[in-house]
């Protein structure tokens, strides 16, 4: 479905209604439309939200337990401009517990299914907004990507997924995971619509002292899909780490289409060994910054309060009912790692590395336009054999699209082929603030693929 192949409010929460049932890509359902404008780029067009945006009036509970009752009292800055555009909030989707997790098997309300198999997952953390969208119910949905978690969604859901550079859309509104690597993104079915909604999205926010005050261009009126001489790199230390025969195949078919439109193929690499610091650092970090973040979760301050004999029995009480086990085992990392004694051999270790990846990372860049790679190295796992350990114990093909995140660059995912009736796609990243250049290339890439606007729908 695309942006502008109307859709009524109504008709979206009907279907939305009708697929819960076999997706469980929800947590709430709005019954009724909100007041917003009758003009402008997004008029009328039905959105589906990320439930760690908050949303005046209506449940944000992160998909956590502490939060099942939290309902704020203002919109994110982000929803503010979806109803300026005219855009309809139609709903609040499942993601994993505070953002933490790539499965959406850690969620309050249960494992999304896939649409393409519903008894495979949909990816993680925003595994809910990616469902909505490669459903054909609703052409845009709005999540965050603190390490890949829409890029690896629209991966495994056969969808657009767009994480811009850090910075180019506010976060202010937004329940947090790592303030230093989260980034609000969204869901398309096709790289025009993907370029109208940054249009919308992004700009400067004085609630949010990291948003940019970088210019936010027309991006949907200045796409070209012209690849020649474009030069690509094509990131070989991933590809070559691929095992799946069908998907390296659709990659060099793609490259075969690439060279004919024109555009020059640079092969780039980075040394295995710093690729192999990705996973333990991302979760360093993450884990620190996580803990920091949601210290005020506590019954006391913020939350979901139990029973105690004392302030101290109260928040150890609720903290304890209110976090999954998983959540709880990320802040016991987390806190280890931000242990006076600790932090220099661990947190403060972390981010230097952090930098030394992200100057190694720059370098690929230097005589390229965008860094193509496979973004996942398999199939949408089966619900019952994933967890987010084997994540962990994966190669880093697995966790290459997180140095998006530590280095803030904008990178998107597109569908790429099929195996099996399920989806596999290509990972794009350019320089900060190149998103037009992304976008061109990205247009360039869905012309060769030919799966602009694909869903696979679904209804009970």
Do not use: W
């Amino acid at each position: 479905m695309k942006i502008h192949e109307q859709k009524s409010f109504q008709e979206a929460r009907d279907q939305l209604k009708e697929s819960q049932a076999a997706l469980n890509a929800l947590v709430s359902i709005y019954e009724e439309k909100e007041p917003s404008k009758s003009e402008g780029k997004l008029a009328g067009v039905p959105v589906v939200l990320k439930d760690n945006i908050n949303t005046k009036g209506h449940l944000t509970t992160a998909s956590s337990k502490i939060l099942e009752n939290y309902v704020p009292v203002y919109d994110a800055t982000i929803v503010k401009k979806l109803k300026e555009a005219g855009a309809s909030i139609v709903a609040k989707a499942s993601m994993d517990e505070l953002g933490m997790g790539g499965t959406n098997r850690n969620a309050l309300t249960g494992p999304v299914h896939n649409p393409y198999d519903l008894d495979r997952i949909s990816g993680g953390s925003s595994g809910g907004c990616a469902v909505v969208v490669a459903s054909g119910i609703v052409p845009l949905s709005i999540g965050t990507d603190t390490g890949d978690s829409i890029r690896k969604p629209a991966a495994y859901t056969g969808v657009v997924g767009v994480k811009p550079t850090y910075g180019r859309i506010s976060r202010y509104g937004i329940i947090p995971y790592a303030s230093s690597l989260d980034t609000v993104g969204y869901f398309t079915t096709n790289v025009a619509d993907a370029a109208l909604a940054l249009e919308v999205l992004a700009g400067r926010d004085d609630h949010d002292m990291t948003s940019s005050y970088e210019e936010v261009l027309e991006y949907s009126q200045l796409l070209n899909a012209d690849l020649e001489g474009k030069r690509i790199g094509i990131f070989k230390t991933v590809n070559e780490e691929v095992k799946d025969p069908i998907i390296k195949a659709g990659f060099e078919q793609l490259e075969e289409k690439l060279r004919a439109k024109g555009a020059i193929l640079v092969e780039k690499r980075m040394p295995e060994q710093y690729m192999n610091l990705i996973a333990p650092v991302y979760r360093t970090i993450a884990n620190a910054e996580a803990t920091a973040n949601h210290s005020n979760l506590d019954g006391i301050r913020f939350g979901r309060r139990e029973n105690g004999e004392s302030v101290d029995a109260v928040m150890t009480n609720s903290r304890t009912a209110g976090f999954s086990s998983y959540v709880r085992a990320r802040f016991v990392i987390g806190s280890y790692s931000l242990f006076e004694e600790n932090q220099d051999k661990l947190f403060r270790k972390a981010q230097k590395i952090r930098r030394l990846l992200v100057r190694a990372y720059a370098d690929l860049f230097k005589d390229i336009d965008g860094l193509l790679a496979i973004a996942a190295p398999t199939l949408a796992p089966k619900i019952k054999e994933s967890s987010d350990l084997r994540f962990q114990e994966a190669s880093f093909a697995e966790d290459h699209m997180q140095l998006g995140n530590f280095s803030g660059y904008p990178s998107m995912t597109l569908p790429l082929g099929f195996e099996d009736g399920l989806p596999f796609a290509v990972n794009l990243t350019c320089r900060p603030f190149e998103e037009e250049t992304m976008f061109d290339l990205a247009d360039g890439i869905e012309e060769c693929t030919g799966l602009a606007g694909q869903v696979k729908e679904v209804r009970a």
